[in-house]
């Protein structure tokens, strides 16, 4: 009898949460086909994890290959409040602090930096006013010589760090915002000269599996030559191009802590639910006073990955969207209601990016007022 029991209450478990799944598949659909896309995923989540998610679409378009809430999708810059959060656990050990100079941090390079950066400090850079230009590459580099520079990761972090750092400062002076890839690559590049071990290996290790994020990757998604994840997407006109995935679809290594990350939107969710918890002064992999920090803006309305804003809806927000051209993905955060929403599509562009704002908006909207 007790076995029978046991049986139904897991039965009514999965139906339940096949329920809440289907539900915001619902949803999703419309929004899916009215914008042409080929998957679009989506997820609510509370200090208290996952509360409604679902994915619907396809992982290669013009195939009939659905995708699963366990595929992975790109999240492009939404990396960016990651490799922030690892930087926050080094500065937490003591071995960085937010004021920390660029001269401090990497002494090695002190002597050969522009000396524009050396007083740049650690959470200027985090905010994007060192100074750097828009343009990811170095000078006399292009995506594709970058990506047949030779080394491990760290190696051609090493070498790309010491070549933007000798390039003078744009014409707004370090102090003055200019959103780059460069200074979270650089970021990673100090934790990395820290620690003496990879960024892949650290945010592996002390973010990801702690969070049991089961599903982060780097670059593109799946395998060369099969359908076994989303494949990425860029619109030719009014046709879809999928890219398989291979080792030219997507950026260089010498950005990832910018942009590389990829994962579920389940396990993405698991990262945003850490930074709601903490903001609630509940435990985790920081400290409450750590994740605060990070969801404070101390230069404009940008800082540690996040852009600081007001909306009705919920006080307080924090907002970021990613994309390496070829997807897309968006996050807005209430820390004050206990709530956010996160969507994410594997098709890059205009079009893209109005579809996951259409569906962030439709999320807020259903679910932030209960």
């Not at 001269?103 to 006013?129: G, I, K």
């Amino acid at each position: 009898m007790r076995i029978c029991i046991l049986l139904i209450v897991a039965m009514c478990m999965v139906a339940c949460q096949k329920s809440r799944t289907d539900d915001l598949s619902g949803r999703l659909r419309p929004i899916l086909q009215a914008y042409d896309l080929p998957a679009l995923a989506g997820a609510v989540v509370t200090s208290d994890g996952i509360r409604v998610q679902g994915v619907v679409g396809v992982r290669k378009y013009g195939t009939d290959t659905p995708v699963t809430i366990n595929d992975e999708f790109h999240l492009g810059s939404d990396t960016k409040a990651m490799t922030a959060t690892l930087l926050a656990m080094l500065v937490e050990q003591g071995k960085l602090s937010w004021d920390m100079t660029l001269a401090q941090c990497l002494p090695q390079l002190a002597a050969t930096m522009d000396p524009a950066y050396r007083n740049v400090t650690l959470e200027q850079l985090l905010a994007h006013r060192a100074g750097f230009t828009d343009d990811s590459w170095p000078d006399g580099e292009t995506f594709l010589s970058l990506h047949n520079w030779q080394g491990s990761p760290s190696e051609q972090r090493w070498r790309y760090a010491q070549r933007i750092l000798q390039e003078p400062p744009t014409k707004s002076s370090p102090g003055s915002f200019l959103y780059s890839n460069r200074s979270y690559a650089v970021a990673g590049v100090i934790a990395e000269r820290i620690t003496g071990s990879s960024w892949e290996n650290l945010i592996s290790n002390w973010l990801f599996a702690p969070l049991d994020m089961d599903t982060c990757g780097f670059g593109p998604m799946g395998t060369p030559g099969s359908i076994d994840e989303p494949w990425q997407h860029v619109l030719q006109g009014s046709e879809h191009q999928p890219i398989e995935p291979g080792p030219l679809s997507d950026n260089p290594v010498v950005i990832a802590p910018a942009g590389l990350v990829h994962c579920s939107i389940g396990d993405w969710a698991k990262f945003i639910e850490a930074h709601l918890r903490g903001e609630k002064g509940e435990p985790g992999i920081l400290k409450p006073a750590s994740f605060r920090r990070l969801h404070t803006a101390s230069y404009g309305d940008y800082g540690f990955g996040w852009i600081v804003t007001e909306r009705s809806w919920g006080g307080r927000v924090l907002t970021h969207a990613g994309s390496n051209n070829q997807n897309y993905a968006v996050v807005w955060m209430a820390p004050m209601h206990d709530f956010a929403v996160l969507v994410a599509t594997n098709q890059g562009g205009e079009r893209a990016s109005e579809a996951c704002d259409k569906a962030a908006s439709m999320l807020i909207a259903n679910y932030g007022s209960r």
